[in-house]
């Protein structure tokens, strides 16, 4: 008789499970959902968003600044120079980034310039190796942004604008 006391116990558990397992689907699937949707999201990471050119020599993924891994990033190359443009159809108010170079480049500097539209650069600064900047942009009313890593390094290496953020 102690083992059927036991196994009581042990099938009560087993049928909770399957009701806990059964609510998350109800849950996610809710037709109100839009995950696509940005435009009523207050913040958007820009790595994920799509360029309005292509991307020339930028790469997103994971990169290391000052011993600090960012999951998201714009990864820049200053031996050739790169460039980005994305469309902000003047639905946003600021862009929040850290600028940077990549732990692992042969490089210890490089120029990274961020700028709207028509106008002069928001972000025209070189940066280096261990000593990153992190910055909040006043975009408000902005078409346009462009992101720039210039051609200035004589070695291979990479700068980088990690955790790209568009604020509302």
Same mark, same amino acid.
């Given at each position: 008789? $102690?083992?059927?006391?036991?196994? #009581?116990?042990?099938?009560?558990? *087993?049928?909770?499970?399957?009701?806990?397992?059964?609510?998350?689907? #109800?849950?996610?699937? #809710?037709? *109100? =959902?839009?995950?696509?949707?940005?435009?009523?999201?207050? !913040?958007? =990471?820009?790595? %994920?968003?799509?360029?309005?050119?292509?991307?020339?020599?930028? %790469?997103?993924?994971?990169?290391?600044? &000052?011993?600090?891994?960012?999951?998201?990033?714009?990864?820049?190359?200053?031996?050739?120079?790169?460039?980005?443009?994305? =469309?902000?159809?003047?639905?946003?108010?600021?862009?929040?980034?850290?600028?940077?170079? =990549?732990?692992?480049?042969?490089?210890?500097?490089? @120029?990274?310039? !961020?700028?709207?539209?028509?106008?002069?650069?928001?972000?025209?600064? %070189?940066?280096?190796?261990?000593? $990153?900047?992190?910055? #909040?942009?006043?975009?408000? +009313?902005?078409?346009?942004?462009?992101?720039?890593?210039?051609?200035?390094?004589?070695? %291979? +290496? &990479?700068? !980088?604008?990690?955790? $790209?953020?568009?604020? @509302?």
């Amino acid at each position: 008789t $102690p083992d059927p006391a036991t196994e #009581s116990p042990s099938e009560e558990p *087993t049928s909770e499970a399957p009701t806990e397992e059964s609510a998350p689907p #109800s849950e996610s699937a #809710s037709p *109100t =959902d839009d995950p696509g949707s940005v435009p009523d999201l207050p !913040v958007a =990471d820009l790595t %994920t968003l799509a360029s309005v050119s292509d991307p020339d020599d930028f %790469t997103v993924g994971a990169a290391k600044i &000052n011993t600090k891994e960012y999951g998201a990033a714009l990864i820049g190359d200053c031996y050739s120079g790169a460039y980005v443009e994305y =469309d902000l159809n003047r639905e946003w108010k600021n862009f929040e980034f850290t600028a940077g170079i =990549d732990d692992g480049s042969k490089i210890e500097s490089a @120029r990274v310039v !961020v700028s709207v539209d028509n106008q002069p650069a928001l972000f025209n600064e %070189t940066v280096e190796l261990g000593k $990153p900047i992190t910055e #909040s942009l006043k975009i408000d +009313g902005a078409l346009r942004l462009r992101l720039k890593v210039e051609a200035t390094c004589t070695d %291979t +290496g &990479n700068a !980088v604008i990690a955790a $790209p953020l568009l604020k @509302r």
